[in-house]
């Protein structure tokens, strides 16, 4: 028997080898020698890691069938409960995915992660009352939780639970004191509460810290836009644009900026561009009262207008 259990758990720490280094095949081939091994259809680590190798796979279906395997090797195994709550989580399934998580939670009441992503669906399907107290049993298990805190600040600001939304960035900052996240989340409340200065002081160091999350350059340069600073707004969301330049929501604003100085070909170039990227925002642009100086241009008509009524 220990050699049967040697030459299962050889084929599965191989597998594992292969995984962890990307060669995907090469891990199917020994996770698959590993189960049709006596014995190994039966080993619940095993079954535990094919599980999470094929949803990494994309094979749902297969990811699925392990799991269940688990539990019907264990019942009570809380993993095997959490990886289907991941599985339909991820197809947006979140009335079962909640369903699997709590049972996860159930059997193993200090399971943190189950916990973190049940919050994540209570907030996505806005049962906020239900996700805030999730998040605070995350951060009563694991103070240290970083997005545990970004996440629980986020839907205190979006509720406009201010001060709360601060204590909790000022958390997340103990943990992580230059992570843009936070750093910009900072500068959103800030700017609700009315202390501009230190928000643009916060949503410059989250561009220093990272210059590819583009929403810094856009709220910066639109407090600069509402003080009718507009060129500084422009060079500042320029920077952004020439770091995200496949952000359509960066163009689309440096438009509204440039009708203000009256720089309506670049305004319509801007406007243009970010069509091109986001298809969608047509029908805002042709919408939105800030561009009506840019309609009366032949090449808005030919652009947005003489192709809506072919």
Not at 93 to 98: C, F, M, P, R, V
Not at 272 to 293: A, G, M, W
Request: glycine share 4%; charged share 35%; with cysteine.
């Amino acid at each position: 028997m220990k050699k049967k259990t040697y030459k299962v758990n050889n084929y599965k720490n191989i597998a594992k080898g292969f995984h962890d280094d990307g060669q995907l095949l090469k891990a199917l081939k020994f996770y698959k020698k590993a189960y049709r091994l006596e014995g190994g259809n039966r080993d619940i680590e095993l079954l535990l890691d094919m599980a999470i190798f094929f949803d990494e796979l994309g094979s749902i279906k297969e990811a699925e069938e392990k799991y269940n395997e688990v539990l019907k090797i264990d019942c009570n195994e809380s993993r095997a409960y959490y990886g289907l709550a991941i599985l339909y989580d991820d197809r947006q399934e979140y009335l079962k995915a909640i369903e699997y998580y709590k049972r996860a939670i159930e059997i193993d009441p200090n399971y943190d992660r189950a916990y973190f992503f049940l919050a994540n669906i209570y907030d996505e399907i806005g049962e906020t009352d239900e996700a805030i107290n999730c998040y605070k049993k995350v951060i009563d298990m694991n103070p240290r939780d970083f997005w545990a805190y970004i996440n629980l600040g986020s839907i205190y600001e979006a509720n406009d639970i201010n001060d709360s939304a601060m204590e909790m960035m000022k958390k997340a900052l103990e943990i992580s004191p230059s992570h843009y996240i936070a750093l910009f989340n900072m500068g959103v409340i800030e700017k609700k509460l009315g202390e501009i200065k230190k928000a643009k002081e916060y949503y410059e160091l989250a561009i220093e810290k990272n210059p590819y999350y583009p929403y810094s350059f856009l709220n910066l340069a639109i407090i600069y836009k509402e003080k009718r600073a507009y060129r500084k707004a422009i060079n500042i969301i320029s920077e952004g644009i020439f770091r995200n330049p496949e952000i359509s929501v960066l163009y689309y604003n440096r438009a509204c900026f440039y009708i203000h100085i009256n720089e309506l070909e670049k305004a319509l170039r801007d406007v243009v561009r970010s069509t091109e990227l986001s298809p969608k925002l047509i029908e805002y642009v042709q919408k939105d009262e800030e561009l009506d100086p840019i309609k009366d241009l032949e090449a808005y008509k030919i652009m947005f207008v003489n192709k809506a009524k072919k």
